[in-house]
C-alpha cells in the first residue's frame, strides 16, 4: 500500500523543445491530461524553450 499523494489537477511542463519534452507532455496525456490553452516558446540565443499546460478534470 502506498500513500501517493493524488495527482495534481494543474500542471506547467516546462522544457528544451526537443523529444524528451515532447514524450513528457505525451504521457501527461496518457494519464488522462489534457492540453490547457496553447502551448509559448521562447528563445534565448540557440536554446529554445517550450511550455505546455495541461489540466486533470476532477471526478
Known amino acids: 500500500m502506498t500513500d501517493d499523494p493524488p ?7 516546462t522544457g528544451t523543445d526537443d ?3 515532447c ?10 491530461y489534457e492540453l ?3 502551448p ?3 528563445t534565448h540565443g540557440d536554446t529554445v524553450t517550450v511550455a505546455q499546460a ?6
Open 36 to 38: 490547457y490553452g496553447s
Open 19 to 21: 523529444r524528451a519534452f
Open 54 to 59: 495541461v489540466i486533470k478534470a476532477s471526478r
Open 7 to 13: 495527482p495534481l489537477r494543474y500542471r506547467l511542463l
Open 23 to 32: 514524450k513528457r507532455v505525451s504521457q501527461a496525456l496518457d494519464e488522462g
Open 40 to 42: 509559448a516558446i521562447t
